[in-house]
């Protein structure tokens, strides 16, 4: 069976046509266009962008089984616009990995924090500006 029609089928994921919420399209088109340093794509291939990732969340949250571990990005750990907002119950955790910058070392120092149950603060690794 494809992928689009299995994750089609899932209980979970919107109705075909539906739109995501506004709140959630922005969040998403932001998270696209920082990721692409900035460079906002047209806005059709943006829509598809968007709609790709929520199918990604979606398709994850359908493959999970009760007392299941995912390990993903921070992005589909997101409880506001990732898996977890896919899944039927609200009964998880979710864990995000942040690298600790200069003045960075608190919950509250990070905007997304509210996005998580709990922080994991790693080093920050050694690597060029992929947007320089």
């Known amino acids: 069976m494809p992928l ?14 539906t739109p995501a919420a506004p709140s959630v399209r922005g969040a998403l088109e932001r998270d696209i266009i920082d990721g692409h340093c900035g460079a906002a794509p047209e806005a059709k291939r943006l ?3 968007v709609e790709a990732q929520r199918a990604r ?5 359908s493959v999970l089984k009760s007392e299941s571990v995912l390990i993903a990005g921070s992005g589909h750990a997101r409880r506001d616009r990732g898996v977890p907002l896919y899944l039927p119950s609200d009964d998880l ?9 200069p003045g960075m070392a608190r919950p509250q120092d990070f905007a997304d924090a509210a996005s998580y149950d709990y922080l994991w ?9 992929p947007c320089s």
């Open 4 to 17: 689009v029609r299995a994750v089609r089928m899932q209980r979970h994921w919107p109705t075909p046509g």
């Open 47 to 49: 829509a598809g962008m």
């Open 57 to 61: 969340d979606a398709r994850m949250a």
């Open 93 to 101: 955790i979710s864990i995000a990995f942040m690298e600790v910058e």
């Open 121 to 129: 603060f790693t080093p920050r690794a050694a690597r060029d500006d």
